[in-house]
């Protein structure tokens, strides 16, 4: 659902980049305390590992968007990530995460525009995680507290935020499109098409989320205080077995074996399965041929990088350029959004410290 330049006008453009900087902005603000969060109780130096997790996170989402999944004849999706980023790391950091990744694919994989980098952060990075977040909350305060429910809630909200996007882009093509094509046509076939890619980002969702929560339940952002009970069997019937210890702190278990599992599952997905995937338009690019949205689109700036069209430059083994490519947009997608994480978790730190009262020194 990458939209290319050309599509919106450079007006409606501008302003989208002015909403996506301000999201941002308030991101970044809202992430220092979620960086913090998800690592108590007992923070202390459990709370530095969450940047590497949320950099990790950034990384899958990437890998991931390179499997394109068949939803109809001539017709692909992939994730859009924003719900399975806000329910794994929490809203403010899953827009960030979202946006890392969107920033270097258009940077380093021409996909994409630029100037359309507002537009692409505004539709795929803040809707769907605010929308898929917010229904998450509603369904999980409503469902039973258990594991299952915080996976089924993950389904939910991942299939409702990928037609919501669809709307969302509808709305700005309405107001900046620089074509003339019916927008009730437009909207029925950008949301249709993109209920059946929700199904596909549902799954993947609910999967992901299901997995991390049977290991570390302590991880996932959505599932704080989530804990499963030991059971014992009582006159033929299981019951909940008192609590004769305190939980350890969340905080004391490293999450490094998780961290391992998922930077190699990211790695493997980008470099080897991701050749296996759809070679069919996405749901954009789709309707956009169709109904002629694409008559002004223009070449991307980048389209000479190295690695444009996830793909690296002068590799004539299709296979072997694209899992190159995707090796190293993993690669450094981890890192950049480590560094992101890292530098905001931090600056959280330095203001902590800056704003603590000094000790008072003796009376005299």
């Avoid at 929490?90 to 537009?119: E, H, I, K, N, R």
Wanted: hydrophobic share 50%.
């Amino acid at each position: 659902m990458h939209a290319p330049d050309g599509f919106i006008d450079v007006p409606v453009s501008a302003a989208a980049g002015l909403l996506a900087a301000g999201a941002i902005a308030v991101s970044l603000r809202g992430a220092r305390r979620e960086l913090d969060d998800t690592a108590r109780p007992g923070a202390g130096a459990g709370a530095e590992r969450t940047a590497p997790l949320a950099g990790l996170v950034a990384a899958f989402i990437f890998a991931v968007q390179m499997l394109n999944f068949p939803v109809a004849a001539g017709t692909s999706g992939h994730l859009l990530g924003g719900a399975l980023a806000a329910i794994l790391v929490g809203p403010y950091t899953g827009v960030l995460c979202v946006s890392v990744v969107l920033m270097l694919q258009a940077v380093l994989f021409a996909d994409g525009g630029l100037t359309a980098l507002g537009v692409n952060i505004t539709t795929m990075a803040i809707t769907t995680t605010v929308v898929a977040y917010a229904l998450f909350r509603g369904l999980v305060k409503v469902l039973p507290r258990s594991r299952r429910s915080v996976t089924a809630a993950s389904f939910v909200a991942a299939l409702v935020s990928v037609p919501a996007s669809a709307v969302v882009f509808t709305l700005l093509y309405a107001v900046g499109g620089t074509t003339d094509v019916s927008i009730g046509k437009v909207a029925t076939a950008m949301v249709g098409v993109h209920v059946l890619i929700g199904l596909g980002e549902a799954a993947i969702t609910a999967l992901t989320v299901g997995a991390v929560i049977a290991v570390r339940p302590d991880l996932v952002h959505g599932a704080r205080g989530l804990r499963q009970r030991l059971k014992l069997r009582v006159n033929g019937e299981l019951v909940d077995a008192p609590e004769t210890a305190e939980p350890v702190p969340a905080a004391a278990r490293s999450p490094r074996t998780v961290w391992i599992a998922g930077l190699v599952t990211s790695l493997v997905l980008a470099g080897f399965v991701s050749f296996y995937a759809s070679a069919d338009p996405d749901g954009l690019e789709k309707v956009a041929a169709d109904h002629g949205i694409d008559q002004q689109a223009e070449e991307h700036a980048v389209a000479d990088s190295p690695l444009a069209d996830y793909g690296v430059k002068d590799v004539d083994d299709a296979r072997l350029s694209g899992g190159l490519a995707g090796v190293i947009g993993v690669g450094v997608t981890v890192v950049a959004g480590t560094g992101v994480f890292w530098a905001v978790r931090r600056r959280r730190t330095a203001d902590e410290q800056a704003e603590a009262p000094s000790p008072a020194g003796p009376s005299v």
